[in-house]
């Protein structure tokens, strides 16, 4: 079997090193913002230490391990664009797809009687300039998605706030648009009397408004209709689980275990007819 280095050029190492931190900053700050910060974490760290349980060579365990994190990143800026969320199984499945590719790629060259090798300049260059490049840089993404992430989730409690009223045993919050809602079930909690819900688990009832805009002058004994829009608003019902319900709640958001807004909402309940 024949060897082939793929991976001996010091600069190249050097700057593909570069290339890795700038795409896992990304992903980590992604991550961030979108507030489950568990998953994305659990499967970089899959990324980057499955090639070590692999490959008895060093050199394999940290080059095929950045390779693996760049594919993860890349996966889950593709699955963004097409809309979808890199999160949950979903980001997990595309860490695991990510070290297939790697290390299929380098079982598939075997089997066709090569061998890849990587160089020490290659590999150790690549993983001084991806910590020296990507803790820096990531810490700086994080910190200013906190900075927006406060500023939005503030703005969201105090304006969900205003609709929010006692219904029996029940919290309901209406007028709530579709990305509102998801906002809510994604990051928002409730916490009363020692007990804290997610409005995750809150039901959710879509209700569709329709507006009309008439337009009249003195030329005209009837107004016309100048347009008809229909709107869809939510109401999200969070049930206290037989609870009793409070004279006031406080309305929470956090990005993973950071608290990012906190309101205290007073519940005034509505007579009814």
Known sequence: MRERSLFTNSFAGLASGVVVAVVVSWFASSAYRDGSLLAPLFALALALGIPSLLYESLQKRLTFGLCAAA????????????GGQPSGLTVLGLSLLSVALTVGTDLALQDLGSRVTVSPGFSYGAVVTFLVVALPLSTRQIVREHHVAVEEDDALIRTVAQHVHPQGNTIVFDSISPQQKEKLKNLV????????????????E???EERTVKRQNRQQSNPA????????????????QGASVPDDIILFSQRGPITTSELTVALEKKNPG
């Open 71 to 82: 594919l993860l990143s890349g996966f889950s800026l593709l699955v963004l664009m097409v």
């Open 225 to 240: 209709v100048v347009s008809r829009k229909q709107e869809e608003r939510m109401r999200l019902i969070l049930n206290l």
């Open 189 to 204: 909690s409730v916490r009363t009397k020692g007990k804290t819900y997610t409005l995750a688990d809150a039901e959710v």
């Open 206 to 208: 879509s209700v569709v």
